[in-house]
Nanobody, 127 residues
């Protein structure tokens, strides 16, 4: 059973930066596509970023492209989300997710593509 634990959330002013971490255990992290999603109150869970098992492929929606960067350290079983130029609309609970499968053919922006989820970490951006 894969366990994912997010950390690094907090309160930051608009324009600031945060780095989220997601530590994985209990599975084959180095074979897993990892994703970040977020969910604001009253809204559906939204895709933020994804990275292939090797780290060679990444994918972002237009809403965060150029501001967020996903990366991973397979030696430490950890995936990161570096967020910069934060906006109040980035306020949400951020979740990491994992799926042990090849990048090719996966739809990384779709929540149902992922099998394992963390509990989330709150990010609040003040204006």
């Amino acid at each position: 059973q894969v366990q994912l634990v997010e950390s690094g959330g907090g309160l930051v002013q608009a324009g600031g930066s945060l780095r989220l971490s997601c530590a994985a255990s209990g599975g084959t992290f180095s074979n897993s596509v990892m994703g970040w999603f977020r969910q604001a109150p009253g809204k559906e869970r939204e895709f933020v970023a994804a990275i292939s098992a090797s780290g060679g492929n990444t994918y972002y929606p237009e809403s965060v492209k150029g501001r967020f960067t996903i990366s991973r350290d397979n030696a430490k079983n950890t995936v990161f989300l570096q967020m910069s130029s934060l906006k109040p609309e980035d306020t949400a609970v951020y979740y990491c997710a994992a799926r042990s499968r090849p990048w090719i053919g996966m739809r990384p922006a779709i929540t149902n593509e992922y099998r394992y989820w963390g509990q989330g970490t709150q990010v609040t951006v003040s204006s």
